[in-house]
C-alpha cells in the first residue's frame, strides 16, 4: 500500500510541473496525502487549489471534509458555508455540513440543516439517525419519531435501547419498558453493547419510576446478577424522588 502511494505520489508530483496539469495533480497529491493519514495537511493542500478556482466544488467538498477529519470543524463549516452557495441542494451542503456543526456544539442549527435533507431522503438511515441523537441532545420530543424511523429503516438492537432510552426520559415509561423487554429478547451477549445487564437495569428504572415496584425489584435484582456495577446510576436510582 506505501509502495503504490510512493508511486503515485512521484508521479503526480511531476505532473504538478507543468501548468495544465498541476490542479489535477495537486488535487491527487492532495488526497494521497489525506488516505496517509495527514487529514490537516490534505486541508490544506485542497484550499490552495482554491486559491486559483474559488468555485472548484470538487476541491471545496474535500478540503471541506478533510478539515472536519482533522477535527477542525470550524474551517470545515466554512468551507460547507461556501459550498452551500453555490449547491445548495447537494447532501454536502446537507447532512456533512450538520456533521461539522454538531462537532462543533452548534446542534440547533445542525438540526436545522439535515432537516430540510431529511425531506427528500427520508431512507437516509445515517441521516435519521444523526437527527434523532442530536435532537435527543437538546431535549427535543421530536427524537423519538426520529428514531422510530430509523428503526423502520432497519431495526437493530443498539437502536432501539436508545429509542427506549428517549421514551422513558419524555415520561412514555409503558412504552419504553416494551422496547427495552424487546431488547433483551434479541438475545444480547455479555459483552455486547449495550450488554444485558445494561438493558435490565434500565427496564428496572423504567418500571420502579411507573409505580410497578414488584417488577422493577426483581429486574434490578437480575441487572446486579447479570453484572451490573455502575455505583452511580445506582445511587441516582436511589436518590430519585419519582420512585415511591
Known amino acids: 500500500e506505501l509502495k503504490r502511494y510512493a508511486e503515485a505520489e512521484k508521479y503526480f508530483s511531476l505532473a504538478a510541473r507543468d501548468v495544465k496539469t498541476r490542479p489535477a495533480a495537486e488535487y491527487q497529491l492532495a488526497r494521497i ?44 463549516i466554512r ?39 431529511l425531506e427528500r431522503k427520508p431512507e437516509d438511515r445515517d441521516a435519521q439517525l444523526f437527527a434523532a441523537r ?21 431495526d437493530e438492537a443498539p437502536v432501539r435501547f436508545e429509542y427506549a432510552e428517549v421514551l422513558e426520559s419524555h415520561g412514555f415509561y409503558a412504552r419504553a419498558v416494551e422496547k427495552y423487554e424487546k431488547v433483551l429478547s434479541t438475545g444480547l451477549q455479555a459483552n455486547a453493547s449495550p450488554s444485558p445487564a445494561s438493558v435490565r437495569f434500565a427496564l428496572a428504572r423504567s418500571l420502579l419510576i ?25 445511587s441516582a436510582l436511589a436518590a430519585d424522588e419519582r420512585i415511591t
Do not use: C
Not at 36 to 61: C, H, I, K, V, Y
Not at 135 to 154: G, Q, S, V
Open 79 to 117: 468551507l460547507y458555508g461556501r459550498l452551500d452557495l453555490l449547491l445548495p441542494e447537494s447532501p454536502d451542503s446537507r447532512f456533512n455540513y450538520a456533521l461539522a456543526l454538531a462537532e462543533a456544539g452548534r446542534l440547533v442549527e445542525a438540526v436545522d440543516r439535515v432537516l430540510p435533507y
Open 33 to 76: 496525502q489525506y488516505e496517509r493519514g495527514d487529514s490537516e495537511g490534505a486541508a490544506r493542500r485542497f484550499e490552495r487549489l482554491l486559491e486559483a478556482d474559488p468555485e472548484n466544488t470538487l476541491a471545496l467538498r474535500a478540503a471541506a471534509y478533510s478539515w472536519m477529519k482533522a477535527g477542525s470543524y470550524e474551517d470545515a
Open 134 to 154: 442530536t435532537e435527543r441532545k437538546l431535549a427535543r420530543p421530536e427524537a423519538i419519531d426520529r428514531f422510530k424511523t430509523a428503526l423502520d429503516l432497519k
Open 210 to 234: 411507573a409505580g410497578e415496584a414488584e417488577r422493577g425489584v426483581s429486574e434490578l435484582e437480575a441487572a446486579v446478577k447479570d453484572g451490573f456495577a455502575d455505583r452511580d446510576a445506582l
